[in-house]
């Protein structure tokens, strides 16, 4: 059984930082991608950064220069630094990791259990 569970995430104010944080557990075989999305209510989750085992790195163009993305392979953590956090990154943030659970097993998607960031204005 995989899991995903995320810490992290809360209240500030416009202009402040939060740090993010995932790990990754159970029977993990290998990891290729990992990352952080977010959903606004009614609206389609949308990804907000993402890192492969190689370390290729994406972000959506809302946050580059403000949000860093940074994974540990060996302890199968992943984590969001934020930076100049705005009203509108106010949302609940997901992480996601594409795992294969054993050898010769296909990758599947896992979620973590959603983190909310509310900015302030």
């Known amino acids: 059984q995989v899991q995903l569970v995320q810490s992290g995430g809360g209240l500030v104010q416009a202009g402040g930082s939060l740090r993010l944080s995932c790990a990754a557990s159970?029977?993990?075989?290998?990891?290729?991608?990992m990352g952080w999305y977010r959903q606004v209510p009614g609206k389609q989750r949308e990804l907000v950064a993402a890192i492969t085992s190689g370390g290729t790195i994406t972000y959506a163009d809302s946050v580059k220069g403000r949000f860093t993305i940074l994974r540990d392979n060996a302890k199968n953590l992943v984590y969001l630094q934020m930076n100049s956090l705005k009203p509108e990154d106010t949302t609940v943030y997901y992480c996601?990791?594409?795992?294969?659970?054993?050898?010769?097993?296909?990758?599947?998607?896992?979620w973590g259990q959603g983190t909310q960031v509310t900015v302030s204005s």
């Open positions: 996601n990791a594409r795992i294969r659970a054993y050898r010769g097993g296909n990758e599947r998607d896992y």
């Open positions: 159970g029977s993990i075989f290998s990891i290729n991608a």
